[in-house]
């Protein structure tokens, strides 16, 4: 009855635009303890969760009939329930355009790949993810070992301000790298401009080389990509409570078995 009266509750105080808070596809364990004050107003500071949502990475999120799906998603509801709060869902194509919004005031929460540069701007939590990247060449090209991408005139597309953009920024030092909009549109433009390699999240990468007989996976990957939940700097409540509840669904499954319900691969989630 109490839980009952308490979601017609936000129902009647939801703001245009927000989405009052569904049960998750996965309960959450009971809370330890309510938030408290700063931690609610670090985390939803207009009264709604605001949660930045990158579209660019099937494995944590896609958009859907009813809005966006996805393991990202599905632990942004869980947060409001846990804050008591309704939620709204601010979408981006890329990782890229979510960073470079970190102090535009648009959202208070948003799920992240951890990469220093981004960490000026925002506060992550340990990771909840841990994907790979790797590299897609088309099929007859010479470049057989992720060593041998690292050459002059090679020329590796990547999606703009993604968490391997930032990486490969900073390991390569002969090849190219050929930044378009968003990662979609980075395999795209390799294959559309006969670019040398694509780099991306290994596992669109692997399905679309399953469907282009013309390309393949290099083996092995480039680099491991901690997905992590984050906030602007500097609302420290809000960042120990971020941390403790999403270390408190890790811990529980939550993330596991939100991952086998929007078909992704459990083994994904950290330990």
Known sequence: MRIAALLCALLAAAPAGAETVPMPPVP?????????????HDLAPTGTLRAAINLGNPVLARSG??????????????????????VTFVTFPGAGAVSASARSGTWDICFLAIDPQRAEG?????????????????AASPIRTLEAVDRDGVRVSVGRGSAYDLFLTRALRHATLVRAPTSAEAVTAFARDGLDVAAGVHQPLAAYAAAHKEVRLLPGHFMDIPQA????????????????????????????RSLEANGQDPGLAAP
Do not use: C, E, N
């Open 28 to 40: 959450m364990p009971p809370a330890s303890m309510p938030p408290s004050p700063a931690a609610l």
């Open 229 to 256: 939940m984050g906030l602007p700097v500097g609302r420290d409540a809000g960042a120990a409570f971020l941390a403790g509840f999403l270390a408190q669904a890790k811990a529980h499954g939550f993330v596991a």
């Open 122 to 138: 925002i506060a992550f939590t340990a990771p909840y993810v841990l994907i790979a990247g790797s590299y897609l060449v088309p």
């Open 65 to 86: 009939a009813d809005g966006p799906a996805g393991v990202s998603v599905d632990l942004a509801r869980a947060l409001a329930q846990r804050l008591g709060v309704p």
